[in-house]
């Protein structure tokens, strides 16, 4: 059973980096084919993709965030990471992690987690 | 504006048939890149709903169908039931962005 959970702050202040970690089980991030994604949800807005982690360690990133997303990956700790810098209240959103298959689809999603930016 | 494009919304009474478009460019749907939608009930994660253009996961109903053709996508779904009041993404891979795109997403109501 493929279950994935996003965690970190639920506030932050314009300017500062923003932190998410998710933590996963049911598989293993060193599995050829295998990836995890991160996608982001404003309110009320559409989804919107921003980066995936692959099995050998390839990164994409969205090319709009290009400049401001890192994604790395603990093969050992079951984890993916997502850094986000110079936070704006526009990116107040849902940041969900997912499961990525090489069908080039997410079939497991996070729950999501509400980061607010804000002074 | 998302690169996948979607109507905003549609409706339907029970039991009637509707169908939610995606339409793409050359660089996604037109290259022969596969399309997944996604459904998402109120307040919940997406889930997947068709993956591979026209393939069903295990456990949803076959009222669920998919197809593409050139440069566009298709989810339709029949026999509409109260409980497919949701939000529906289409998601693609552009190879000129390097990466996934969603559509835009439809709100399907049911009368």
């Known amino acids: 059973q493929i279950t994935l959970k996003e965690s970190g702050p639920t506030l932050v202040e314009p300017t500062q980096t923003l932190t998410l970690t998710c933590t996963f089980s049911g598989f293993s991030l060193s599995t050829n084919g295998v990836g995890v994604g991160w996608i982001r949800q404003p309110p009320g807005k559409a989804l919107e993709y921003l980066a995936l982690?692959?099995?050998?360690?390839?990164?994409r990133y969205s090319p709009s965030l290009r400049g401001r997303l890192t994604i790395t990956k603990d093969t050992s700790k079951n984890q993916v990471v997502l850094t986000m810098t110079n936070m704006d209240p526009v990116d107040t959103a849902t940041y969900y992690c997912?499961?990525?298959?090489?069908?080039?689809?997410?079939?497991?999603w996070g729950q999501g987690t509400l980061v607010t930016v804000s002074s | 504006q998302s690169v996948l494009t979607q109507p905003p919304s549609v409706s339907g009474a029970p039991g009637q048939r509707v169908t939610i478009s995606c339409t793409g460019s050359?660089?996604?749907?037109?290259?022969?890149?596969?399309v997944h939608w996604y459904q998402q009930l109120p307040g919940t994660a997406p889930k997947l709903l068709i993956y591979?253009?026209?393939n069903r996961p295990s456990g949803v109903p076959d009222r669920f169908s998919g197809s593409r053709s050139g440069t566009s996508a298709s989810l339709a779904i029949t026999g509409l039931q109260a409980e497919d009041e949701a939000d529906y993404y289409c998601?693609?891979?552009?190879?000129?962005?390097?990466?996934?795109?969603f559509g835009g997403g439809t709100k399907l109501t049911v009368l």
């Open positions: 591979g253009n026209k």
């Open positions: 050359s660089s996604n749907i037109g290259a022969d890149y596969d």
């Open positions: 982690v692959y099995w050998d360690d390839d990164k």
């Open positions: 998601h693609s891979y552009d190879s000129s962005l390097s990466g996934s795109v």
């Open positions: 997912a499961h990525w298959t090489s069908g080039g689809y997410f079939d497991y």
